[in-house]
């Protein structure tokens, strides 16, 4: 069993900053990529970032040079952090980890979800 944590979401004025942390815990033995997703209000689920295993990032066009994505292989944990937010950012932030369980005899990576945490900015 794997389970994934978020935290640091809240409320936050346009142009100020929130860190968000998701740790994975629970049978891993690998961790590949894990990525931010966020869905707004009657919207679908967008990509946000992804960082892979060896510390490759992405980032959609909407959030370029305003949020970082990085990870701590040793905890486990990946974090987004947000910069310069726009009333636009304000969304549900998930994480999704691509891990390998303990005991899988083909080490294939499964996705496991968050729960989601709340970011709200106000203009």
């Known amino acids: 069993q794997v389970q994934l944590v978020e935290s640091g979401g809240g409320l936050v004025q346009a142009g100020g900053s929130l860190r968000l942390s998701c740790a994975a815990s629970?049978?891993?033995?690998?961790?590949?990529?894990m990525e931010w997703y966020r869905q707004a209000s009657g919207k679908q689920r967008e990509l946000v970032a992804t960082i892979t295993s060896g510390g490759t990032t992405n980032y959609a066009d909407s959030v370029k040079g305003r949020f970082t994505i990085s990870r701590d292989n040793a905890k486990n944990t990946v974090y987004l952090q947000m910069n310069s937010l726009k009333p636009e950012d304000a969304a549900v932030y998930y994480c999704?980890?691509?891990?390998?369980?303990?005991?899988?005899?083909?080490?294939?990576?499964?996705?496991?979800w968050g729960q989601g945490t709340q970011v709200t900015v106000s203009s």
């Open positions: 999704n980890a691509h891990v390998v369980p303990l005991g899988d005899s083909y080490y294939l990576a499964r996705s496991y």
């Open positions: 629970g049978s891993i033995f690998s961790i590949n990529a």
